[in-house]
């Protein structure tokens, strides 16, 4: 299980969230580090190994309003 989120108040509360689910489930192996699920980043620049399944919300923003930075490295990785 992998969790990839890019805004980081999100993702710490992704992390408690999933740990609370965990200790249901009593997945204590992956209970003890929660960032080794829930990575802070940008899932579009993520080069990682390949996902078998991946459920997302697509980005609610014009492609013109994203910064300079992250815009640019789409172009460059995504035609």
């Not at 992956?30 to 919300?57: H, K, Q, W, Y």
Request: charged share 30%; with cysteine; aromatic share 8%.
């Amino acid at each position: 299980l992998t969790v990839v989120e890019l805004d980081a108040q999100q993702a710490v509360a992704l992390r408690t969230r999933l740990h609370r689910c965990l200790v249901k489930l009593e997945r204590f192996d992956e209970v003890a580090n929660p960032d080794t699920i829930v990575r802070e980043m940008d899932f579009l620049l993520l080069s990682s190994e390949p996902f078998d399944v991946v459920v997302g919300n697509p980005p609610y923003v014009r492609f013109d309003n994203i910064p300079d930075g992250p815009r640019a490295e789409y172009q460059r990785q995504y035609r």
